[in-house]
């Protein structure tokens, strides 16, 4: 029974259909021992520009894996660098008689060229500020490992508390980065905006505000507690507030910024919250 006739339409229409890996086999195998035959010339034609596009196609992915994994890799490096240079200037911080460092003993300490740190960071301001960054990070990290309850203020509070453990486990680093934030620095990251979102994270879904204050919560406490926080900060570096009395302090704070805005059956905890840390702080002075 002789073959029926091919069309270039529909063998154009069915070499698509097949995938890209098959398509030379399947054809082949439908050539059988008509190869030579003209009808099927066409045919032929078309399994091997699909086979040749297989194969330009493997080569550029292949060749476009191959510059993606370069890119990674450089840029594992790269944050490696950044941050062994982090690293070594929290050591040289903390253990320095002044904290403070040159930027050759830090790329001494880094385990860097010289230049390596301008190149990254730019100066030595910049550099703290960097430190203010990956302070605000551990922040973050220290609050998601808590079991949290569903209070706004509770939270906050938590929050607030993760923010003070974590600069006591270094103090003189942070008590310099933090004088570093008074210092302009128009090109460097924005430190208030990422407080912001610190206490944001905080607030959660604002459970325990009342219903009619949400929107004004919202608003102005991510704020508010930014300012009150960094002020808190200022005064300890300064030396007006001592370590003790942080926690206090902010506490306090926070008080006074929920007792207009939660719902009545917070305001009894607020209340008391607010003259235990009075008192704490009174019987300091």
């Not at 385990?111 to 960097?130: D, H, S």
């Not at 990290?141 to 508390?161: G, Q, T």
């Not at 704070?253 to 607010?274: K, Q, V």
Request: one cysteine or more.
């Amino acid at each position: 029974m002789p073959c029926a006739p091919f069309h270039s339409r529909s063998v154009s229409w069915s070499v698509d259909k097949v995938t890209a890996s098959d398509s030379r086999l399947r054809i082949m195998v439908l050539l059988g021992t008509k190869a030579a035959s003209r009808r099927y010339s066409s045919l032929a034609r078309i399994a091997n520009l699909c086979f040749r596009r297989e194969t330009r196609s493997k080569k550029f992915l292949g060749l476009f894996m191959a510059t993606s994994t370069t890119q990674s890799l450089k840029q594992r490096k790269q944050q490696m660098t950044r941050d062994a240079v982090l690293d070594a200037a929290e050591r040289l911080l903390q253990n320095s008689s002044d904290a403070d460092f040159s930027m050759r003993s830090l790329a001494e300490a880094a385990g860097v060229g010289f230049t390596t740190p301008f190149n990254y960071f730019g100066n030595k301001n910049a550099i703290l500020r960097a430190l203010a960054e990956r302070y605000l990070l551990k922040i973050t990290i220290a609050f998601d490992e808590l079991k949290l309850p569903s209070s706004a203020y509770l939270r906050v509070r938590e929050m607030s508390k993760c923010g003070f453990e974590v600069l006591m486990q270094q103090p003189r680093t942070y008590r310099t980065v933090v004088s570093a934030l008074n210092q302009p620095h128009p090109e460097g990251p924005d430190m208030r905006h990422g407080a912001h979102k610190l206490w944001l994270q905080a607030l959660g879904d604002f459970t325990g505000i009342c219903s009619t204050r949400v929107e004004i919560a919202r608003c102005i406490l991510p704020d508010q507690l930014t300012i009150s926080f960094r002020g808190i900060l200022t005064l300890w570096v300064s030396g007006e507030l001592t370590d003790f009395d942080l926690v206090p302090t902010m506490a306090a704070a926070i008080g006074g910024l929920f007792f207009g805005l939660a719902d009545s059956e917070e305001l009894p905890m607020i209340e008391r919250d607010m003259l235990e840390a009075d008192s704490i702080m009174q019987h300091r002075v």
